[in-house]
């Protein structure tokens, strides 16, 4: 019997963090939840709560480039935050480019909202909706 492994996303930015759960067996991912974030980083407890209750395989972090794939200052804040995830938890981290998660997370947000499915604020949604099309895009090249 073929074990399914889980992932968790992330797409890190600076007030929020948009987290979303995939799995192997489908290859889908849906929004989980966003964790708040602060100059002094992401809210750790939030994350470890996630770490415990998911028990992921590996992570995946969104890479914020420009559209001629150079990078950005949130692209090096992307790559601070795969890498203290990667020393926290001791799992393995892979970064995925995001370039075209923000369109498509307000496009299936949109979906949702004339469907009547969205609870939390827009822009916690968005993250979290983002976090799910950076987990499938990356999902969907494995």
Known sequence: MTRSCIWLGFDHGAARIGVAVGQSLTGTARPLTTVRATGNGPD?????????????????????LHN???E????????????QLSARYQ????????????????????EARSQQRVRA?????????AAAVILESWLADQ
């Open 121 to 129: 604020s827009k822009a916690q949604q968005m993250d979290a909706m």
């Open 91 to 110: 799992l393995d981290v892979h970064l995925h480019d995001e370039r075209l998660s923000s369109q498509a997370a307000e496009q299936l947000f949109a």
């Open 44 to 64: 750790w407890n939030g994350i470890d709560q996630l770490i415990q209750e998911w028990q992921p395989t590996s992570l995946i972090v969104g890479l914020p």
């Open 72 to 83: 950005s200052n949130s692209s090096k804040a992307a790559r601070a935050f795969a890498a």
């Open 68 to 70: 001629d794939g150079a």
